[in-house]
Structures are given as structure tokens and as C-alpha cells.
């Protein structure tokens, strides 16, 4: 009884890994949106230089 | 460019739906591990990893059939899984780092083949992504880093098989017949089991969504390289 050990507490640890999952995955969307909008303004100066 | 077809559109709340599914399952339906609240980290760790894997030799097919046809739609689909892929095991690492920490009290072990052959694989197409940029001609490009991608798929299987031909010291086999592999009480539930397949299942979901956005933004990088083509012209 005195020698059973408690579960130790790495809450901390799960919270940051949740974290920086999220964090990343919405960077990376993000990332997908500007290069996206980006691309569609490139595209509508270029259709313009050509006519 | 064409506006998102409705089955893409369909995904993306599926993906949404099934994502917030998986992170309620891991936190209030899986139970708690002996080994501590760092052990839920698992669950999204590892199916990271498996759509990091599953997507580089995605990469693999799609630069073989590049190979075969020289149809650029091949080169899309290829850069497309490895970008999603890097990221998807970058988190893979990050969060096996973390867990490491919390179990271990150390970031990282280099006598760990696992880590070391991840850390690897994650360099050699962070390369990959180098290489591209290094090269002007679309066709030589594509023929390069097709070349590329399928050599580098050999660190997939390298990587999987690491802790299993090496008879892992420390990292956990979670799916195993190794009688002497450590064994985990990662999967010691039902609840637990049907969290860490379901959150597989999520990831894998998410993964093809992914991907469709991105080879729509490969298509649509396409289409700026030939304007800027015909423009110069």
C-alpha cells in the first residue's frame, strides 16, 4: 500500500502535444488558402498581360 | 478554376465531423493509462505517422506512373502527397518527442531506431521539397524528383520495419507477434482499441481531403506556369 505509485501527472505534456498538433494542422491550411488566393491573383494579371 | 465539387465539399465537414469525434473519443472515452494523461498523446501520434507513411508511398506510386506515362497530373499528385505527408510526420515526431519526455524523461534517444530512421525519412523529403525548388524545367523537375521520390520511398519500409528487425529496446510495438517486444498498455481496452483505430480511420479521411486540396493548388500552379510561359512568349 505505502509502496503503490500514483499515475504520475504529464497533463502538461498531453496539452502541448494536443497543442502543437492543432497548431500546425492550422497553419498548414492556412498556408493552403494564401497560396491559393495568391495563385488565382496571379492568374487573373497574367490572363490580363495576354489579352 | 473550377469551384469545390460537392464531394470535396462533403469531405470537408466529414473530416471536420470525424476530426472532433476522435479528439472527444481520446480525451473522454479511451480511459486513462497507468503510465499517465501524456499516454493520449499516442492516439494522435500514431495515426500521424501512418498517414506520413501511407502518403510517401502514395508518392511512390504516383512517380512510378509519372515514370511510365510523362503525364504532369502524376507530378501534382506526387508533390501533393509528400507535402502533406512532411507535415503529418513532423507532428508524428513532435508528438513522439513530447511523449518521450513525459515517459522516458528525455526528448530523444538516438539508440532508438525508430527516431533515428523517422528523423531520417522526414530529411530526406524535406530534400525532396529542396531539389524542386532548384529546378526550372517543369519536365526535368518532374523526371528528377520522380526519380527522387521513389528512392526515398525506400526509408518507408526502413522506417516501419526499424523497431522490428532491431528488436526495439525502447520503443513501443503497439500492433506486434514479437513475443518479447515491449509490451504496452496502450491498447489495454476495448474503448482504448476502438479510439486508436477510429483516430486511424479520422487520419486517413483527412489525409484524401488533403490531398484533393492540394493537387487542386498543384493544378492551379500548373496553369500560372503556362500563362507566365505564354506570357514570356
Not at chain 2, 478554376?1 to 479511451?30: C, D, E, R
Not at chain 2, 528512392?151 to 522506417?159: E, F, K, N
Not at chain 2, 484533393?212 to 498543384?218: F, N, P, Q, V
Given at each position: 500500500m505505502f509502496f503503490q505509485e500514483a499515475t504520475p501527472n504529464t497533463s502538461v505534456y498531453m496539452i502541448a502535444g494536443y497543442a502543437i498538433f492543432f497548431g500546425v494542422i492550422i497553419i498548414y491550411l492556412i498556408s493552403l488558402l494564401l497560396r491559393w488566393n495568391i495563385l488565382k491573383r496571379d492568374i487573373q494579371i497574367l490572363?490580363?498581360?495576354e489579352k | 478554376?473550377?469551384?469545390?465539387?460537392?464531394?470535396?465539399?462533403?469531405?470537408?465537414?466529414?473530416?471536420?465531423?470525424?476530426?472532433?469525434?476522435?479528439?472527444?473519443?481520446?480525451?473522454?472515452?479511451?480511459q486513462l493509462a497507468e503510465s499517465g494523461p501524456a499516454q493520449r498523446i499516442f492516439y494522435f501520434h500514431v495515426a500521424n505517422?501512418?498517414?506520413?507513411?501511407?502518403?510517401?508511398?502514395a508518392a511512390a506510386v504516383a512517380s512510378v506512373a509519372y515514370l511510365r506515362t510523362h503525364d504532369i497530373k502524376w507530378d501534382v499528385v506526387e508533390l501533393a502527397a509528400i507535402e502533406i505527408s512532411l507535415v503529418f510526420f513532423f507532428?508524428?515526431?513532435m508528438l513522439g518527442s513530447i511523449w518521450a519526455k513525459a515517459e522516458w524523461n528525455t526528448w530523444w534517444r538516438w539508440e532508438d531506431n525508430?527516431?533515428?530512421t523517422a528523423a531520417i525519412m522526414e530529411m530526406i523529403y524535406f530534400a525532396y521539397m529542396l531539389l524542386r525548388q532548384g529546378i526550372e524545367d517543369s519536365?526535368?523537375?518532374?523526371?528528377?524528383?520522380?526519380v527522387y521520390a521513389l528512392?526515398?520511398?525506400?526509408?518507408?519500409?526502413?522506417?516501419f520495419m526499424s523497431i522490428r528487425w532491431a528488436n526495439a529496446l525502447f520503443h513501443p510495438l503497439v500492433i506486434s507477434t514479437v513475443s518479447d517486444a515491449i509490451k504496452t498498455p496502450f491498447l489495454a481496452t476495448s474503448e482504448m482499441k476502438l479510439t486508436f483505430f477510429f483516430c486511424l480511420f479520422t487520419f486517413s479521411v483527412i489525409f484524401i481531403n488533403l490531398i484533393?486540396?492540394?493537387?487542386?493548388?498543384?493544378n492551379l500552379e500548373q496553369k500560372v506556369e503556362q500563362l507566365k510561359l505564354k506570357v514570356m512568349q
Open positions: 490572363e490580363g498581360m | 478554376m473550377q469551384p469545390q465539387p460537392l464531394a470535396l465539399k462533403v469531405l470537408n465537414i466529414a473530416s471536420a465531423v470525424l476530426l472532433a469525434i476522435a479528439t472527444g473519443m481520446v480525451f473522454f472515452y479511451a505517422a501512418w498517414v506520413g507513411m501511407l502518403g510517401f508511398l507532428i508524428a515526431i525508430r527516431l533515428v519536365d526535368r523537375r518532374a523526371r528528377f524528383s520522380a528512392v526515398g520511398s525506400l526509408s518507408v519500409p526502413i522506417t484533393w486540396h492540394r493537387i487542386r493548388l498543384g
